[in-house]
T-cell receptor
Framework: AQRVTQPEKLLSVFKGAPVELKCNYS??????LFWYVQYSRQRLQLLLR??SRESIKGFTADLNKGETSFHLKKPFAQEEDSAMYYC????????????FGSGTRLSIRP | EPEVTQTPSHQVTQMGQEVILRCVPI?????FYWYRQILGQKVEFLVS????????KSEIFDDQFSVERPDGSNFTLKIRSTKLEDSAMYFC???????????????FGAGTRLSVL
């Protein structure tokens, strides 16, 4: 079954603390993994994708195929990072749907 | 920066009525999608559309739903006879293409909140 699991509904950390949002997936084949972010009253927007191996807004995520994980990390949280974060996957073939996790609300305390 | 535009932002309707949700995808994009998110639940795929036909649809996308690209810019989702359980946020998305190299990145609209009374 194709599935994305985000075990934490809410993650609250202090400003300046490290952040790790967990994501595990189940997929037969080679998926592409993404993190989407939704700031308050804004649309879903792509944060990063595993294939590009970039750091966006200080966030990184490494695909671990052995553990089928794609955890999102940032060494020092900032207040503007407070948002809803969705881990997601798709396949490379066809006009493929995105399968989303249930999301983690990240709250950064001052 | 080009954006996917959705109208209306909020639609209230009576159970059994037909609704049409409208989307204007990014102009050079060729693949179009609808997703929905029931309050407190995951964002779920409904349907993908390419070259004037449905590419893939989920189990949710039953005979009550239809999609259309009536002209060169709009992409619509019609729900023929709304049910209470259709109340959700509906997101339109578009992508330039498929496959790797970034063409498959889906850009989302701000959503239409559908409230069925």
């Amino acid at each position: 079954a194709q599935r994305v699991t985000q075990p934490e509904k809410l993650l609250s950390v202090f400003k300046g603390a490290p952040v790790e949002l967990k994501c595990n997936y189940s997929y037969s084949g080679s998926p592409e993994l993404f993190w989407y972010v939704q700031y308050s009253r804004q649309r879903l927007q792509l944060l990063l994708r595993h294939i590009s191996r970039e750091s966006i807004k200080g966030f990184t995520a490494d695909l671990n195929k052995g553990e089928t994980s794609f955890h999102l990390k940032k060494p020092f949280a900032q207040e503007e990072d407070s948002a809803m974060y969705y881990c997601a996957l798709t396949s490379y073939s066809s006009a493929s749907k995105i399968i989303f996790g249930s999301g983690t609300r990240l709250s950064i305390r001052p | 920066e080009p954006e996917v535009t959705q109208t209306p932002s909020h639609q209230v309707t009576q159970m059994g009525q037909e609704v049409i949700l409208r989307c204007v995808p990014i102009s050079n994009h060729l693949y179009f999608y609808w997703y929905r998110q029931i309050l407190g639940q995951k964002v779920e795929f409904l349907v993908s559309f390419y070259n004037n036909e449905i590419s893939e649809k989920s189990e949710i996308f039953d005979d009550q739903f239809s999609v259309e690209r009536p002209d060169g810019s709009n992409f619509t989702l019609k729900i023929r006879s709304t049910k209470l359980e259709d109340s959700a946020m509906y997101f339109c998305a578009s992508s330039e293409g498929i496959g790797s190299a970034g063409k498959n990145i889906q850009y989302f609209g701000a959503g239409t909140r559908l409230s069925v009374l």
